[in-house]
Nanobody, 114 residues
Framework: QVQLVESGGGLVQPGGSLKLSCAAS????????VGWYRQAPGKEREMVEI??????LRYADSVKGRFTISRDTTKNFWLQMNNLQPDDTAVYYC?????????WGQGTQITVFS
């Protein structure tokens, strides 16, 4: 089992920045893909950015050049979000998965308002 605990959500104006954190309960980076997903009201949950064990990256086109995922060497990872826009308003979830297991954080609300 892996528990994921998120922090860092909140309110921000357009053009602002926030950084989300996710702490796993044990070392995971050797064999898990980790990353961030989001779900806006009335929409499906979507991938934002993920990083694999070999540091390969995948990200949504909508966040390219604005959001950056990073991690340490063991069990903590972050999502730096710059130039936030109203369309980025959603509940953000951290995630860790491999071929047989799939874990989610509790979710944190990001609201971008003018």
């Amino acid at each position: 089992q892996v528990q994921l605990v998120e922090s860092g959500g909140g309110l921000v104006q357009p053009g602002g920045s926030l950084k989300l954190s996710c702490a796993a309960s044990r070392i995971i980076f050797n064999n898990y893909f980790v990353g961030w997903y989001r779900q806006a009201p009335g929409k499906e949950r979507e991938m934002v950015e993920i990083i694999g064990p070999g540091a390969t990256l995948r990200y949504a086109d909508s966040v390219k050049g604005r959001f950056t995922i990073s991690r340490d060497t063991t069990k903590n990872f972050w999502l730096q979000m710059n130039n936030l826009q109203p369309d980025d308003t959603a509940v953000y979830y951290c995630n860790a998965r491999n071929g047989t297991q799939n874990y989610w954080g509790q979710g944190t609300q990001i609201t971008v308002f003018s």
